[in-house]
Protein backbone atom coordinates (compact mmCIF):
# COMPACT_ATOMS: atom_id res chain seq x y z
CA UNK A 1 0.00 0.00 0.00
CA UNK A 2 2.99 2.69 0.97
CA UNK A 3 4.04 1.15 -2.77
CA UNK A 4 1.02 2.88 -4.05
CA UNK A 5 1.02 5.83 -2.36
CA UNK A 6 3.69 6.92 -3.56
CA UNK A 7 2.88 5.97 -6.78
CA UNK A 8 -0.35 8.05 -6.93
CA UNK A 9 1.74 11.09 -5.35
CA UNK A 10 4.08 10.58 -8.12
CA UNK A 11 1.69 10.50 -11.10
CA UNK A 12 -0.60 13.69 -9.99
CA UNK A 13 -0.03 16.10 -12.86
CA UNK A 14 -0.66 12.78 -15.28
CA UNK A 15 -3.96 11.60 -13.08
CA UNK A 16 -5.30 15.30 -13.75
CA UNK A 17 -4.74 15.52 -17.09
CA UNK A 18 -6.46 12.52 -17.83
CA UNK A 19 -9.17 13.36 -16.03
CA UNK A 20 -9.45 16.36 -18.05
CA UNK A 21 -9.26 14.65 -21.47
CA UNK A 22 -12.00 12.43 -20.20
CA UNK A 23 -13.77 15.76 -19.39
CA UNK A 24 -13.94 17.26 -22.61
CA UNK A 25 -15.99 14.45 -23.75
CA UNK A 26 -19.79 15.69 -24.06
CA UNK A 27 -21.83 12.84 -22.77
CA UNK A 28 -24.60 14.27 -21.89
CA UNK A 29 -27.34 11.21 -21.62
CA UNK A 30 -30.01 13.53 -21.95
CA UNK A 31 -29.34 14.67 -25.21
CA UNK A 32 -30.53 12.42 -28.33
CA UNK A 33 -27.77 14.41 -30.27
CA UNK A 34 -25.19 13.55 -28.37
CA UNK A 35 -25.27 9.58 -27.89
CA UNK A 36 -21.97 9.22 -29.82
CA UNK A 37 -20.21 11.12 -27.35
CA UNK A 38 -21.57 9.06 -24.19
CA UNK A 39 -20.38 6.28 -26.24
CA UNK A 40 -16.74 7.58 -26.58
CA UNK A 41 -17.00 8.58 -22.31
CA UNK A 42 -17.69 4.38 -21.90
CA UNK A 43 -14.84 3.48 -25.30
CA UNK A 44 -12.86 6.21 -22.94
CA UNK A 45 -13.09 4.60 -19.61
CA UNK A 46 -12.92 0.96 -20.91
CA UNK A 47 -9.93 1.67 -22.70
CA UNK A 48 -7.96 3.08 -19.55
CA UNK A 49 -9.57 -0.15 -17.55
CA UNK A 50 -7.20 -2.59 -19.74
CA UNK A 51 -4.52 -0.03 -19.88
CA UNK A 52 -3.73 0.07 -16.19
CA UNK A 53 -4.32 -3.99 -16.19
CA UNK A 54 -8.22 -4.80 -15.33
CA UNK A 55 -9.29 -7.75 -17.09
CA UNK A 56 -12.25 -8.16 -19.51
CA UNK A 57 -12.43 -4.20 -20.12
CA UNK A 58 -15.26 -3.53 -22.49
CA UNK A 59 -18.06 -1.78 -23.37
CA UNK A 60 -21.71 -3.23 -22.40
CA UNK A 61 -24.76 -2.69 -24.17
CA UNK A 62 -27.71 -1.99 -21.81
CA UNK A 63 -29.89 -1.25 -24.42
CA UNK A 64 -30.05 2.57 -23.37
CA UNK A 65 -26.87 3.96 -23.60
CA UNK A 66 -23.87 1.42 -22.90
CA UNK A 67 -21.96 0.90 -19.38
CA UNK A 68 -18.03 -0.39 -18.90
CA UNK A 69 -17.58 -3.51 -17.51
CA UNK A 70 -14.06 -4.72 -16.29
CA UNK A 71 -12.86 -7.16 -13.39
CA UNK A 72 -9.60 -8.28 -11.61
CA UNK A 73 -10.71 -11.80 -9.43
CA UNK A 74 -7.49 -13.34 -8.08
CA UNK A 75 -7.82 -12.87 -4.24
CA UNK A 76 -9.02 -16.10 -3.44
CA UNK A 77 -10.62 -16.04 -0.27
CA UNK A 78 -11.21 -12.10 -0.15
CA UNK A 79 -14.38 -9.98 -1.06
CA UNK A 80 -15.47 -8.77 -4.25
CA UNK A 81 -16.26 -5.29 -4.61
CA UNK A 82 -18.16 -3.67 -6.83
CA UNK A 83 -16.88 0.35 -7.88
CA UNK A 84 -19.41 1.87 -9.39
CA UNK A 85 -19.92 5.32 -11.14
CA UNK A 86 -21.53 6.93 -14.30
CA UNK A 87 -19.89 8.45 -17.07
CA UNK A 88 -22.66 10.32 -18.43
CA UNK A 89 -23.05 13.79 -17.47
CA UNK A 90 -25.96 17.02 -16.75
CA UNK A 91 -26.85 18.96 -19.31
CA UNK A 92 -24.67 22.28 -19.22
CA UNK A 93 -28.13 24.38 -20.22
CA UNK A 94 -27.90 27.68 -19.63
CA UNK A 95 -24.32 28.02 -20.65
CA UNK A 96 -24.23 31.55 -20.28
CA UNK A 97 -24.15 31.46 -16.87
CA UNK A 98 -20.55 29.50 -17.01
CA UNK A 99 -17.71 31.41 -16.19
CA UNK A 100 -15.46 29.40 -18.19
CA UNK A 101 -16.88 26.91 -20.93
CA UNK A 102 -18.49 23.60 -18.92
CA UNK A 103 -16.65 20.99 -21.37
CA UNK A 104 -12.87 22.86 -21.50
CA UNK A 105 -12.01 21.94 -17.76
CA UNK A 106 -9.82 24.78 -16.06
CA UNK A 107 -7.77 24.50 -12.53
CA UNK A 108 -8.82 27.71 -10.84
CA UNK A 109 -8.66 28.30 -7.24
CA UNK A 110 -8.02 25.17 -6.25
CA UNK A 111 -10.87 23.70 -7.84
CA UNK A 112 -11.18 21.89 -11.22
CA UNK A 113 -14.21 23.60 -12.99
CA UNK A 114 -16.18 21.74 -16.01
CA UNK A 115 -19.20 19.50 -16.08
CA UNK A 116 -18.97 16.61 -14.49
CA UNK A 117 -16.01 17.00 -12.22
CA UNK A 118 -17.63 16.14 -9.00
CA UNK A 119 -20.64 14.35 -10.75
CA UNK A 120 -19.56 11.98 -10.99
CA UNK A 121 -16.54 11.98 -13.98
CA UNK A 122 -13.97 13.27 -11.17
CA UNK A 123 -15.06 10.63 -8.56
CA UNK A 124 -15.24 7.50 -9.91
CA UNK A 125 -11.98 7.85 -11.63
CA UNK A 126 -10.43 8.16 -7.82
CA UNK A 127 -11.00 4.61 -7.94
CA UNK A 128 -9.62 3.62 -11.01
CA UNK A 129 -6.45 5.94 -10.50
CA UNK A 130 -6.12 3.85 -6.89
CA UNK A 131 -6.82 0.76 -8.64
CA UNK A 132 -3.74 1.53 -11.42
CA UNK A 133 -1.52 2.15 -8.50
CA UNK A 134 -2.13 -0.44 -6.88
CA UNK A 135 -1.88 -2.43 -9.88
CA UNK A 136 1.45 -0.61 -10.77
CA UNK A 137 3.56 -1.14 -7.70
CA UNK A 138 1.97 -4.66 -6.38
CA UNK A 139 0.90 -6.50 -9.87
CA UNK A 140 -2.54 -6.99 -7.65
CA UNK A 141 -4.94 -5.75 -5.69
CA UNK A 142 -5.71 -6.60 -2.23
CA UNK A 143 -9.34 -7.98 -2.59
CA UNK A 144 -11.34 -8.73 -6.45
CA UNK A 145 -13.06 -5.94 -7.93
CA UNK A 146 -15.35 -5.94 -10.79
CA UNK A 147 -16.16 -2.51 -11.79
CA UNK A 148 -19.64 -1.12 -13.49
CA UNK A 149 -19.86 2.36 -14.90
CA UNK A 150 -23.14 3.25 -16.41
CA UNK A 151 -24.38 5.58 -18.82
CA UNK A 152 -27.80 6.56 -17.86
CA UNK A 153 -27.93 7.89 -14.67
CA UNK A 154 -28.43 11.68 -15.70
CA UNK A 155 -30.93 10.49 -18.57
CA UNK A 156 -31.21 8.48 -21.40
CA UNK A 157 -33.91 5.12 -21.58
CA UNK A 158 -33.43 3.91 -18.11
CA UNK A 159 -32.33 0.40 -19.07
CA UNK A 160 -29.55 0.01 -16.95
CA UNK A 161 -31.35 -1.57 -14.28
CA UNK A 162 -32.55 -4.03 -16.18
CA UNK A 163 -29.01 -5.19 -17.08
CA UNK A 164 -28.16 -5.23 -13.32
CA UNK A 165 -31.13 -7.53 -12.40
CA UNK A 166 -30.35 -9.38 -15.98
CA UNK A 167 -26.73 -10.00 -15.02
CA UNK A 168 -26.33 -10.63 -11.26
CA UNK A 169 -24.09 -13.28 -11.53
CA UNK A 170 -21.51 -11.04 -13.66
CA UNK A 171 -22.23 -8.49 -10.90
CA UNK A 172 -22.12 -10.50 -7.98
CA UNK A 173 -20.12 -8.90 -5.09
CA UNK A 174 -20.14 -8.67 -1.04
CA UNK A 175 -20.48 -4.94 -1.46
CA UNK A 176 -20.48 -2.16 -3.57
CA UNK A 177 -18.35 1.23 -3.51
CA UNK A 178 -19.78 4.07 -4.90
CA UNK A 179 -18.13 7.55 -4.98
CA UNK A 180 -21.12 10.02 -6.08
CA UNK A 181 -22.09 12.01 -2.58
CA UNK A 182 -20.81 15.25 -0.94
CA UNK A 183 -19.30 15.37 2.63
CA UNK A 184 -21.69 17.87 4.42
CA UNK A 185 -19.04 19.88 5.68
CA UNK A 186 -16.10 21.31 3.91
CA UNK A 187 -14.33 20.36 7.39
CA UNK A 188 -15.62 16.93 7.90
CA UNK A 189 -14.86 13.52 5.99
CA UNK A 190 -18.35 11.94 5.93
CA UNK A 191 -19.70 8.42 4.63
CA UNK A 192 -23.69 8.12 3.82
CA UNK A 193 -24.83 5.23 5.21
CA UNK A 194 -28.55 6.03 3.92
CA UNK A 195 -30.26 7.71 0.96
CA UNK A 196 -34.14 8.75 0.59
CA UNK A 197 -36.21 7.56 -2.08
CA UNK A 198 -38.81 8.93 -4.32
CA UNK A 199 -42.35 8.20 -5.35
CA UNK A 200 -43.65 10.65 -8.48
CA UNK A 201 -46.98 11.47 -9.32
CA UNK A 202 -49.20 13.56 -11.53
CA UNK A 203 -52.77 14.71 -10.57
CA UNK A 204 -55.27 15.73 -12.99
CA UNK A 205 -58.76 17.75 -12.31
CA UNK A 206 -61.53 17.89 -14.40
CA UNK A 207 -64.22 19.62 -13.83
CA UNK A 208 -67.10 20.72 -17.31
CA UNK A 209 -66.86 19.31 -20.33
CA UNK A 210 -65.49 23.19 -21.85
CA UNK A 211 -64.16 26.22 -20.44
CA UNK A 212 -66.70 28.41 -19.27
CA UNK A 213 -67.06 32.07 -19.02
CA UNK A 214 -66.68 33.26 -15.21
CA UNK A 215 -68.73 35.87 -15.28
CA UNK A 216 -72.08 33.25 -16.68
CA UNK A 217 -71.32 30.25 -14.38
CA UNK A 218 -68.77 31.98 -11.46
CA UNK A 219 -70.68 30.61 -8.18
CA UNK A 220 -72.23 27.49 -10.30
CA UNK A 221 -69.53 25.12 -10.49
CA UNK A 222 -66.25 23.99 -8.92
CA UNK A 223 -63.48 25.44 -10.97
CA UNK A 224 -60.79 23.18 -11.31
CA UNK A 225 -57.78 25.11 -10.88
CA UNK A 226 -59.08 26.01 -7.31
CA UNK A 227 -59.90 22.79 -6.91
CA UNK A 228 -55.93 21.97 -7.47
CA UNK A 229 -55.40 24.29 -5.24
CA UNK A 230 -57.20 22.70 -2.12
CA UNK A 231 -55.90 19.45 -2.93
CA UNK A 232 -52.14 20.53 -2.30
CA UNK A 233 -53.26 22.37 0.69
CA UNK A 234 -54.52 19.69 2.07
CA UNK A 235 -51.26 17.39 1.87
CA UNK A 236 -49.34 19.21 4.93
CA UNK A 237 -51.00 20.99 7.81
CA UNK A 238 -49.57 24.60 9.06
CA UNK A 239 -46.53 22.88 10.83
CA UNK A 240 -45.50 20.99 7.84
CA UNK A 241 -46.27 17.58 8.37
CA UNK A 242 -47.53 15.35 5.88
CA UNK A 243 -51.45 14.47 6.30
CA UNK A 244 -51.35 11.48 3.78
CA UNK A 245 -53.15 8.88 6.38
CA UNK A 246 -50.92 5.72 7.10
CA UNK A 247 -47.44 7.48 5.24
CA UNK A 248 -45.87 7.24 9.14
CA UNK A 249 -46.75 4.00 9.75
CA UNK A 250 -43.75 2.63 8.12
CA UNK A 251 -41.04 5.39 9.08
CA UNK A 252 -38.51 4.48 11.40
CA UNK A 253 -37.73 6.95 13.85
CA UNK A 254 -34.50 8.94 14.24
CA UNK A 255 -32.25 7.46 17.19
CA UNK A 256 -30.55 9.46 19.34
CA UNK A 257 -26.86 8.51 18.47
CA UNK A 258 -28.04 10.01 14.55
CA UNK A 259 -29.57 12.96 15.82
CA UNK A 260 -26.39 13.43 17.68
CA UNK A 261 -23.85 12.66 14.62
CA UNK A 262 -26.27 14.79 12.07
CA UNK A 263 -25.60 17.88 14.80
CA UNK A 264 -22.25 17.24 14.56
CA UNK A 265 -22.11 18.18 11.21
CA UNK A 266 -24.88 20.27 10.71
CA UNK A 267 -24.69 24.49 9.34
CA UNK A 268 -26.19 26.68 11.09
CA UNK A 269 -29.81 27.17 9.91
CA UNK A 270 -29.71 30.80 9.57
CA UNK A 271 -26.53 30.66 7.10
CA UNK A 272 -27.92 28.20 4.93
CA UNK A 273 -31.11 30.31 4.60
CA UNK A 274 -28.73 33.01 3.81
CA UNK A 275 -26.79 31.29 1.28
CA UNK A 276 -30.51 30.10 -0.35
CA UNK A 277 -31.53 33.58 -0.14
CA UNK A 278 -34.83 33.01 1.91
CA UNK A 279 -36.17 34.52 5.26
CA UNK A 280 -36.26 31.47 6.99
CA UNK A 281 -36.07 27.68 6.65
CA UNK A 282 -39.33 25.73 6.96
CA UNK A 283 -40.56 22.16 7.48
CA UNK A 284 -41.78 19.88 9.61
CA UNK A 285 -41.66 20.68 13.28
CA UNK A 286 -39.92 18.92 16.09
CA UNK A 287 -36.89 18.50 13.54
CA UNK A 288 -33.89 20.35 12.60
CA UNK A 289 -33.44 21.36 9.01
CA UNK A 290 -31.34 18.17 8.34
CA UNK A 291 -33.02 15.70 10.28
CA UNK A 292 -36.07 16.47 8.29
CA UNK A 293 -34.04 16.43 5.20
CA UNK A 294 -32.04 13.17 6.03
CA UNK A 295 -34.86 11.19 8.03
CA UNK A 296 -37.69 12.41 7.31
CA UNK A 297 -40.24 11.84 4.59
CA UNK A 298 -40.80 15.21 2.52
CA UNK A 299 -43.48 16.63 -0.14
CA UNK A 300 -42.82 19.37 -3.12
CA UNK A 301 -44.92 20.14 -5.85
CA UNK A 302 -42.97 20.58 -8.97
CA UNK A 303 -45.33 21.98 -11.48
CA UNK A 304 -49.24 23.22 -12.18
CA UNK A 305 -50.86 24.00 -15.17
CA UNK A 306 -54.18 25.01 -16.27
CA UNK A 307 -56.26 28.26 -17.46
CA UNK A 308 -54.80 31.14 -18.84
CA UNK A 309 -51.17 32.51 -18.24
CA UNK A 310 -50.66 34.51 -20.99
CA UNK A 311 -50.17 38.83 -20.86
CA UNK A 312 -53.33 40.62 -19.99
CA UNK A 313 -56.42 38.60 -18.72
CA UNK A 314 -59.24 36.24 -19.73
CA UNK A 315 -61.91 35.53 -17.23
CA UNK A 316 -61.80 31.65 -18.12
CA UNK A 317 -62.56 28.73 -15.87
CA UNK A 318 -60.85 25.97 -17.22
CA UNK A 319 -61.88 22.60 -17.79
CA UNK A 320 -59.26 20.54 -16.33
CA UNK A 321 -56.08 21.26 -14.70
CA UNK A 322 -53.01 19.41 -12.85
CA UNK A 323 -50.12 19.37 -11.30
CA UNK A 324 -46.92 16.60 -10.43
CA UNK A 325 -45.72 16.04 -6.93
CA UNK A 326 -42.92 13.65 -6.01
CA UNK A 327 -42.48 12.48 -2.12
CA UNK A 328 -39.31 11.91 -1.21
CA UNK A 329 -38.86 8.69 1.18
CA UNK A 330 -36.74 7.36 4.36
CA UNK A 331 -35.80 4.18 4.37
CA UNK A 332 -38.58 1.22 5.63
CA UNK A 333 -40.79 2.89 2.99
CA UNK A 334 -42.13 1.65 -0.27
CA UNK A 335 -42.41 4.34 -3.27
CA UNK A 336 -45.38 1.41 -4.60
CA UNK A 337 -47.37 1.71 -1.11
CA UNK A 338 -47.42 5.42 -1.00
CA UNK A 339 -48.47 6.05 -4.30
CA UNK A 340 -51.40 4.08 -3.37
CA UNK A 341 -51.70 5.85 -0.18
CA UNK A 342 -51.51 9.23 -2.26
CA UNK A 343 -53.63 8.40 -4.69
CA UNK A 344 -56.41 7.31 -1.37
CA UNK A 345 -56.01 10.72 -0.04
CA UNK A 346 -56.56 12.52 -3.29
CA UNK A 347 -60.43 10.75 -3.61
CA UNK A 348 -60.93 11.37 0.10
CA UNK A 349 -60.17 15.46 -0.48
CA UNK A 350 -60.94 15.91 -3.97
CA UNK A 351 -63.61 18.66 -3.43
CA UNK A 352 -67.08 18.10 -4.94
CA UNK A 353 -68.02 19.14 -8.51
CA UNK A 354 -64.28 17.80 -10.28
CA UNK A 355 -63.11 14.76 -10.43
CA UNK A 356 -59.09 13.64 -9.65
CA UNK A 357 -57.20 11.17 -11.30
CA UNK A 358 -54.22 10.22 -9.46
CA UNK A 359 -51.22 8.71 -11.69
CA UNK A 360 -47.41 7.14 -10.52
CA UNK A 361 -45.22 8.25 -12.82
CA UNK A 362 -41.95 6.75 -11.30
CA UNK A 363 -40.26 5.51 -7.86
CA UNK A 364 -37.38 4.44 -6.30
CA UNK A 365 -37.02 2.60 -2.87
CA UNK A 366 -34.65 4.06 -0.15
CA UNK A 367 -31.35 2.29 0.97
CA UNK A 368 -30.14 2.05 4.56
CA UNK A 369 -26.86 0.39 5.33
CA UNK A 370 -26.68 -0.33 9.09
CA UNK A 371 -24.16 1.92 10.48
CA UNK A 372 -22.08 -0.82 12.05
CA UNK A 373 -21.51 -2.48 9.03
CA UNK A 374 -17.85 -3.98 8.61
CA UNK A 375 -17.48 -2.53 5.41
CA UNK A 376 -18.46 0.80 5.99
CA UNK A 377 -16.04 0.65 9.48
CA UNK A 378 -13.40 -0.52 6.96
CA UNK A 379 -13.86 2.60 5.16
CA UNK A 380 -13.93 5.11 7.98
CA UNK A 381 -10.79 3.70 8.70
CA UNK A 382 -9.60 4.78 5.74
CA UNK A 383 -11.06 8.05 5.88
CA UNK A 384 -9.35 8.62 8.81
CA UNK A 385 -5.98 7.54 7.84
CA UNK A 386 -6.11 9.45 5.04
CA UNK A 387 -8.08 12.40 6.14
CA UNK A 388 -6.55 12.76 9.52
CA UNK A 389 -9.86 12.84 11.57
CA UNK A 390 -13.37 10.13 11.82
CA UNK A 391 -15.53 10.28 9.33
CA UNK A 392 -19.01 11.53 10.16
CA UNK A 393 -21.82 8.94 9.19
CA UNK A 394 -24.62 10.87 7.58
CA UNK A 395 -27.49 10.11 5.52
CA UNK A 396 -28.37 12.20 2.59
CA UNK A 397 -31.65 14.08 1.19
CA UNK A 398 -31.55 12.77 -2.34
CA UNK A 399 -31.66 9.62 -3.94
CA UNK A 400 -29.21 7.31 -6.32
CA UNK A 401 -32.00 4.64 -7.31
CA UNK A 402 -29.24 2.07 -8.52
CA UNK A 403 -28.20 1.51 -5.05
CA UNK A 404 -31.70 -0.06 -4.11
CA UNK A 405 -31.49 -2.26 -7.32
CA UNK A 406 -27.97 -3.32 -6.31
CA UNK A 407 -29.76 -4.39 -2.97
CA UNK A 408 -32.78 -6.22 -4.23
CA UNK A 409 -30.46 -7.96 -7.57
CA UNK A 410 -27.19 -8.15 -5.82
CA UNK A 411 -27.77 -8.30 -2.19
CA UNK A 412 -24.88 -6.22 -1.76
CA UNK A 413 -24.77 -2.65 0.71
CA UNK A 414 -23.62 0.17 -1.09
CA UNK A 415 -20.96 1.97 0.62
CA UNK A 416 -20.84 5.77 -0.53
CA UNK A 417 -17.82 7.04 0.17
CA UNK A 418 -18.24 10.18 -2.14
CA UNK A 419 -15.64 12.89 -2.42
CA UNK A 420 -17.48 16.33 -3.55
CA UNK A 421 -18.40 19.13 -1.14
CA UNK A 422 -21.95 20.45 -1.17
CA UNK A 423 -20.56 23.52 -2.60
CA UNK A 424 -19.82 21.92 -5.75
CA UNK A 425 -22.89 23.37 -7.59
CA UNK A 426 -23.44 20.10 -9.27
CA UNK A 427 -26.79 19.94 -12.39
CA UNK A 428 -25.91 24.06 -12.01
CA UNK A 429 -23.52 26.23 -13.72
CA UNK A 430 -19.85 26.21 -12.74
CA UNK A 431 -19.97 22.43 -11.53
CA UNK A 432 -16.80 21.90 -9.71
CA UNK A 433 -14.37 19.33 -7.59
CA UNK A 434 -11.78 20.46 -5.13
CA UNK A 435 -8.21 19.53 -6.38
CA UNK A 436 -6.89 18.31 -3.16
CA UNK A 437 -10.31 16.36 -2.76
CA UNK A 438 -9.29 14.44 -5.92
CA UNK A 439 -5.68 13.63 -4.87
CA UNK A 440 -7.42 12.51 -1.70
CA UNK A 441 -9.73 10.53 -2.94
CA UNK A 442 -7.29 8.52 -4.80
CA UNK A 443 -5.01 7.81 -1.56
CA UNK A 444 -8.15 7.00 0.38
CA UNK A 445 -9.49 4.54 -2.09
CA UNK A 446 -5.85 2.53 -1.91
CA UNK A 447 -6.44 2.45 1.62
CA UNK A 448 -9.95 1.85 0.89
CA UNK A 449 -9.08 -1.69 -0.84
CA UNK A 450 -6.47 -2.74 1.99
CA UNK A 451 -9.39 -2.26 4.15
CA UNK A 452 -11.92 -3.64 2.34
CA UNK A 453 -9.39 -7.07 1.94
CA UNK A 454 -9.78 -7.63 5.67
CA UNK A 455 -13.25 -8.03 6.19
CA UNK A 456 -14.18 -11.85 6.72
CA UNK A 457 -16.58 -13.10 3.88
Known sequence: MDKALAYAARHRDRFLADLIELLKIQSV?????????????????ADFLARIGMEHAAVVETGGHPA???????????????????HDVQPEDPVDKWTTPPFDPVVRDGYLWGRGTSDDKGQYMTHLFALESLLATDGALPCNVKVFIEGEEEG?????????RDHADLLACDAVAVSDTSWMSPTRPSIVYALRG??????????????????????????????????????????GRIQVAGLFDDVLPL???????????????????????VPALWGEAGFTAVERNWGRPSFDVHGLWGGF?????????????GFKISFRLV?????????????????KHCPPGVVAETTYLHGGTPVMVPADSPFIQAAAQAFQDTFGQRPALVREGASIPITAVFQEALHAPAILVGYGL???????????????????????????YDAFAKVPR
Not at 71 to 86: E, F, N, R, S
Not at 309 to 320: F, L, N, Q, R, Y
Open 29 to 45: SADPARAGEVRRAAQWT
Open 68 to 86: VYADWLHAPGKPTILVYGH
Open 156 to 164: GKGMTHDFV
Open 198 to 239: ICYLEVKVRGPNRDLHSGMFGGMVQNPLNAIGKLIASFQDAD
Open 255 to 277: TEAERAEFASVQEPEDAVAADLG
Open 309 to 321: TGAGSKTVIAAEG
Open 331 to 347: PNLSPEKVAKLVAAHVQ
Open 422 to 448: NSDDIHSPDEKFKVAHFFGGIDCNVRL
